[in-house]
């Protein structure tokens, strides 16, 4: 079972924004961390304590939290923008959760 | 730029075992926790272990716990995975990633190209 709720897909069309929520009790006490998923290929870290992009990753990405909700944003979505996303945080007992993942498409 | 390249799944019948590792390269191995998430094909990602820079803290998800055991070898800049008591669940690719800090992972970056495990039933 899983203790993050992501929607299962979200459609988007280029050039416009597409918002990607995480709900779960754990995000109330802990960071939020957000991964993009190619197909065929290893996630890659896109957004970091709920709102902190790592080196590389376009401007275009932010993140945000309020409560137990965190919300991974693409500004002006492109193309190559499309991949599943997944949230991650931490439970209570330092068990590591992931989100059920978000279908973005860009059409 | 961060190297991490996961070598030693393959097909393996139910009941077996396997060790998986993971080679890292291009920084200080020793001063970084690890971490361990698989994908069952079609699937999401799901955590499996994690170890502190020092070897001496580990942790594992309930799924696994028991069965399978991480450790590192901080002079070979390699971790490692032992599966034992395989399932068919177990089939997955597992993905050996990189933490943020020394004594416990809280975001995983960058992760290697992952390592099919087969589970025969």
């Known amino acids: 079972s899983y203790d993050l709720t992501q929607p299962p897909s979200v459609s988007v069309s280029p050039g416009q924004t597409a918002r990607i929520t995480c709900s779960g009790d754990a995000l109330s006490k802990q960071f939020g961390h957000w991964y993009q998923q190619k197909p065929g290929q290893a996630p890659v870290l896109v957004i970091y304590k709920d709102s902190e992009r790592p080196s590389g990753i376009p401007e275009r990405f932010s993140g945000s939290s309020s409560g137990t909700t965190v919300t991974l944003t693409i500004s002006g979505a492109q193309a190559e923008d499309e991949a599943d996303y997944y949230c991650?945080?931490?439970?209570?007992?330092?068990?590591?959760?992931f989100g059920t993942g978000t279908r973005v498409t860009v059409l | 730029e961060v190297q991490l390249l996961e070598s030693g799944g393959g097909l393996v019948q139910a009941g077996g075992s396997l060790r998986l590792s993971c080679a890292a390269s291009r920084f200080t191995f020793g001063n970084y926790a690890m971490g361990w998430v698989r994908q069952a094909p079609g699937k999401g990602l799901e955590w499996v272990s994690s170890i502190s820079g020092d070897g001496d803290d580990t942790y594992y998800g309930e799924s696994v716990k028991g069965r399978f055991t991480t450790s590192r070898d901080n002079f070979k800049n390699t971790l490692f995975l032992q599966l034992n008591s395989l399932r068919a669940e177990d089939t997955a690719v597992y993905y050996c990633?990189?933490?943020?800090?020394?004594?416990?992972?809280?975001?995983?970056?960058?992760w290697g190209q992952g390592t099919l495990v087969t589970v025969s039933s």
């Open positions: 991650q945080s931490l439970d209570n007992s330092g068990t590591y959760l």
């Open positions: 990633a990189k933490g943020d800090g020394y004594k416990f992972v809280e975001w995983f970056d960058p």
